[in-house]
């Protein structure tokens, strides 16, 4: 068969194209990006369960414990747990998980990512519940949606709904119809992921703000004269200081766990919408 | 000349891969791209510039403008504003201008970076020893580094000192021997731009707890019972949430505003570290 040169060239170009691409992106995995990937994995974890621990802790050792109706001081408290529990711990892990579990069916991945979020509402609904009874019961009533950390509170909780809603039709109902929902399927992703990764730091920053209201609220009380509420005011500073760390390292987990081979997972992510 | 036939599907499947990725990416920045691009690169605008204004307008109009010494509080005053202008602004307008601005030769862009970030340096300075010396002065004196602001304050410029340092001998320094440097810088580059952006979510972090703080001991002092601190209050508020959406929109344009060309821009940063 006769054919001229300018396909010869193409396909040097093209063998080049790709041995440069597999070596490149091999390379990169094999270097550093391995040990980055773990690393991420490692510390988010740690840092999405240890958050939880401390809030725990701080809440059991330093505040009293928890109740329901019957103490709203008391009953306040499941506030900061619960809220941490979903809007962080829950959410965080979902997006970990579909951002860097890529050694199952992308289906089970999705539902995963839809569990762990399906998980988060019963937290964040019970976690308002308890804050505004509380705010109604004490003695004065506390006004709502009045600090900065409620009004951020207000617009995570719209965003997490909105997102749930809109990801639970997108990416699972109008499966239904796999083909002919395609490429509205396959832009709704990377708006999808924005949302979402704006969404967990929009909780980081609210339980932020609602940890400093808190600490002031302490150093107003006590002075920080006593050794307790100096070792308390020390624990709240470094759950603040966890929460900025999980915020930076979530956006940079999504952001650079594929790096390497970003081009590849461009590709796969259009495939594996289905 | 005679070739086999696997030359000419290898000539095929090149073929549909360069169109259909072409096809792919000029689509995607006629349809939308090109409008999230523009809606990024004015949202940010806006945003990095009218937190600075709306620090300015509530440091004058309620806060009493500034001084040196002779006035520790009004000395106090220089912080937020300098820091605003130099860890959010000026930071805030590098990365942008790094990411978005493709249109000049690339050695320009990173010397514009560079610059963006050393006009930075001095208002961090300037407004570090205008605290420092403020809580020395005011009697009694306060003690320094105890809050969560002040932890993410110290980190914050920490992480700037070093990512300047390293970026400047990184990609500015190395390149008087270009080629034998190549592999380390190009290793760098996604180290400097996850740093980066971290630091800047810092930097925001530490905004967002120094505000509440002020805010906190507004309302222990007055209990927003006079209309000017109510106003007052929802200023502080609403900067908080600018302080906030800046930290999402920095990071969402990061992330996504070469998305549509990731592999395209993946190739051409390699080949622009120079």
Redesign the interface.
Known sequence: ???T?D??E??Y???QYIKRYEEDSENAWNC?SWFEYLLIVILSTVLLIGVLVLTLFWVIFYRGGFAWADSPQLQFNLHPVLMVAGCVTFSGFSILLYRLCRCIKHLYVKLTHMLFHACAIPCIVMAFLAVFESHNLVEPPKPHFY???T??GL?TMAMFAVQFIVGFFSFLVLLCCENRTYSCRS?MV?IHA?FG??NF??AV?TC??G???T???LV?ETGLSTRNSEIEHYI??SM??VF?AL??II??A???SN?PA??KV?VTERLEIN
């Open positions: 068969m006769i054919i040169v396909v010869e193409d396909v170009v093209f063998r550093c600090s900065l950390h009004w951020l617009i832009a990377p924005s990764l704006a730091m929009m920053a932020v703000t940890l400093v209201e600490e002031r609220q107003g709240m500073n603040g200081v900025v915020g930076i956006s940079v999504v952001r650079r790096a970003t081009a461009y």
